[in-house]
């Protein structure tokens, strides 16, 4: 881990809650992930909700600018992830169970059924989660935000 670059990225995340007003107490850590060889930020809080936004909206974006700001300060891209009081590991729980419902439906009915429109990383747990699935299979279909993930039975 690229030491002077995690202070970097820590000191950016303050100076954004700063900026958006956010003065209640928060801790933030910043790892690095060899195998996936980016850098993860944790951001713990007692009022996640604005941080997170409504369905990760605003995690979401917030990634997208420390992104953004990482690239403009060091002239290349880093991959980074945003974490608010382990948000990502429930909603991809929260993904999982979706994804058992709707397979069982499939099952049932023989019938493709179709998930609600997506973020592209949620259609990727979902696309991930059911790849190994014996019964059926995934594929994504729409345009932009009304993109979703149909599945079928094989």
Do not use: C
Request: glycine content about 6%.
């Amino acid at each position: 881990m690229n030491e002077k670059l995690a202070i970097q990225i820590r000191d950016l995340v303050a100076e954004f809650l700063s900026q958006l007003g956010f003065i209640q107490a928060y801790e933030t850590t910043v790892d690095f992930d060899t195998t996936a060889n980016h850098y993860l930020v944790t951001i713990t809080t007692p009022d996640p909700a604005v941080l997170i936004g409504y369905h990760g909206d605003t995690i979401s974006s917030l990634q997208l600018l420390l992104s953004q700001h990482l690239h403009a300060a060091t002239g290349e891209w880093v991959s980074v992830s945003l974490n608010i009081n382990d948000y990502r590991e429930r909603r991809e729980t929260a993904l999982h169970a979706l994804a058992d419902t709707m397979v069982e439906k499939v099952l049932a009915t023989g019938q493709p059924q179709t998930l609600p429109p997506l973020p592209a990383n949620e259609r990727r747990v979902i696309h991930v989660y059911l790849s190994e699935h014996p019964k059926v299979g995934t594929a994504s279909q729409g345009e932009g935000r009304f993109r979703t993930v149909v599945i079928s039975p094989k």
